[in-house]
């Protein structure tokens, strides 16, 4: 009988770990959850099973602003966000009413990602308007985006052998969310003192 129990008890406790995770997994693919709260999969698994649903249990999300052109680090040394790490976005394509090369500054946040981005030089435009003002809805643009890794690794006593990395890519769109086909452009970087690769997400 005890051994019956105890092997409910690891089995229980095996699920519960493996949803746990699956949610992690599922908030990291996706940038936009970032905000969102989880309930413990406990009390979504008793809501279910019964008419009555307890606050606790409900997904709530917090609706946070964001950029049309947003990126993510992660550490590949220590297996964390690169939090605190200078990024600087560039838009390299001459449009209206812009003078080439336009900036933008940002820091990444704990999470190691960059959500919104400000103007280099005050009076300057913002990434939205820049790209709204765009002729058409398959308007083309290049972009480059630029993470000062040499220094950010010197400061933790860590050698490498970037002193930057820098991605270019280019987004088509004028970056009106959900309008015109536009599809959100996510940079994520997976980010090591001697390597780096990356690729768009969503």
């Known amino acids: 009988m005890e051994d019956h129990e105890c092997e409910n008890t690891v089995a229980s406790q095996l699920n519960r770990i493996t949803t ?26 008793s ?17 946070m602003a964001r950029d049309p052109i947003t990126c993510h680090v992660l550490n590949t040394l220590t ?21 080439s090369p336009v900036t933008f500054h940002a820091t990444t946040d704990a999470d190691g990602r960059v959500k919104t981005w400000t ?7 913002t990434v939205s308007a820049l790209l709204s003002s765009l002729p058409a809805p398959d308007s083309k643009t ?3 985006v630029r993470f000062d890794v040499g220094p950010w690794y010197e400061a933790q006593g860590v050698e490498s052998f970037w002193p930057e990395v820098e991605v270019k ?9 959900g309008e015109e086909g536009w599809r959100h452009y996510h940079v994520p970087v997976l980010l090591g003192p001697w390597n780096y690769s990356t690729y768009r997400g969503s």
């Open 119 to 125: 103007p280099a030089s005050s009076g300057s435009t």
């Open 142 to 144: 290049n972009w480059s």
């Open 20 to 45: 746990r995770l699956a949610l992690y997994q599922h908030q990291l693919d996706d940038p936009t959850l970032s905000g969102t709260h989880w309930s413990s999969p406990a009390a979504s698994a």
């Open 169 to 177: 890519f280019t987004v088509k769109g004028r970056g009106k969310e």
């Open 79 to 99: 297996g964390t966000p690169a939090a605190n790490l200078p990024v600087t976005l560039s838009l390299l394509t001459s449009t209206p009413g812009s003078q």
């Open 47 to 63: 809501t279910s099973a019964t008419t009555t649903s307890s606050p606790r249990a409900k997904r709530t999300t917090t609706t």
